[in-house]
């Protein structure tokens, strides 16, 4: 599960028709915020929407879909919901992005790390493991809404999961008629509408190696994502390891603190910031140009590098800040 990154910075009057709560799920705060008619309705019917796709997408439950396609790999193509179809096309357009370095078959990996016991795995086994990740065994047939496996792959879609649980979220409150709003599951946030005030959100992002936020990030309408490596680690032998697997190595990725990205969906973010912090500093970049987006790299040294567009985010922070062009003309 990708760490918390990602602050709220909250500065407005509320109205009588602008409602917010934060619940704790799965050990992760949950926040709902938003602007409607029946605003407390409107809170408890995303909460509700966030728990049903967990449910479905959920590597642990035994009867989620995932779970399903887990168990009948190399065996048959099975039906899901239009929930799980999108998620996993994401999963898989991000995996052709990075060139697997996000990859929804790590599951054999994962299985293999102990994050809270601090165990490595031994090299035999992780080589093993390795064999079975390949996002390309996953076979998504759209006509007929089935996923298909192949023999020893394994689905976990913690690299995106909170990501589509707050897109879920969204599409319900807007479909619901709500003017405007935020959901927040973990790190992964999105925000639409016009707010009451008429002010941008502002969201803070956190300091990978210290206190406070090293960015704000003023947005009116997408989603943000930070992926980062300080909530799940422990350090053996004077080596730190934490829970962002690079799907090539089947050991912890080298080089970055944490990775935000600005997108539409916060699905596309969520695996997409999992899958730069994976590729590193450079080709990151890379990758936010040719797509035209957003972002903010620290690295392991401390150094903070914007895209162009956020340039104006960070605020005055102690180690370098190196900004790169996000996209032509900018």
């Known amino acids: 599960m990708k760490s918390i990154a990602l602050l709220l910075l909250f ?39 966030i728990v049903k796709v967990g449910k479905k997408l959920s590597y642990y439950s035994e009867g989620s879909e995932i779970s399903k396609i887990n168990k009948n790999a190399g065996k048959k193509p099975v039906k899901v919901s239009a929930v799980t179809l999108k998620t996993l096309l994401t999963a898989l357009e991000v995996s052709r992005i990075t060139g697997g370095a996000f990859d929804p078959t790590v599951g054999p990996l994962l299985k293999l790390w102990d994050f809270k016991k601090g165990v490595v795995p031994e090299e035999r086994s992780l080589k093993e493991a390795l064999r079975k990740v390949d996002y390309r065994k996953v076979k998504v047939n759209e006509e007929e809404g089935t996923v298909y496996l192949e023999e020893g792959a394994v689905l976990h879609l913690g690299g995106i999961i909170k990501g589509a649980m707050v897109d879920s979220a969204v599409e319900l409150l807007k479909s619901k008629g709500a003017l405007a709003g935020l959901v927040a599951v973990g790190g ?37 994502s930070t992926a980062g490596d300080y909530e799940r680690f422990f350090v053996k032998d004077g080596k730190r390891y934490h829970h962002i697997l690079d799907p090539r190595t089947g050991f912890p990725a080298e080089g970055v603190a944490s990775v935000t990205v600005i997108a539409e969906s916060s699905a596309f973010a969520d695996a997409l910031s999992t899958g730069l912090f994976v590729l590193g500093k450079e080709k990151a970049l890379d990758i936010l140009k040719k797509l035209g987006l957003e972002g903010i790299i620290v690295t392991e040294e401390g150094e903070v590098v914007a895209t162009e567009g956020l340039k104006g985010s960070i605020l005055a922070p102690q180690p370098p800040v190196e900004v790169y062009p996000s996209s032509e003309g900018k």
């Open 11 to 49: 500065s407005f009057s509320w109205s009588l028709d602008f409602y917010g709560e934060t619940r704790f799920l799965w050990g992760i705060p949950v926040t709902v915020l938003v602007y409607a008619e029946e605003p407390v309705r409107a809170v408890d019917l995303a909460f509700s929407e």
């Open 188 to 224: 992964d946030i999105r925000v639409f509408g016009k707010r009451p005030d008429g002010r941008p959100w502002r969201i803070g992002v956190r300091n990978p190696r210290g206190e406070g936020v090293i960015a704000v990030i003023e947005l009116r309408e997408g989603a943000v």
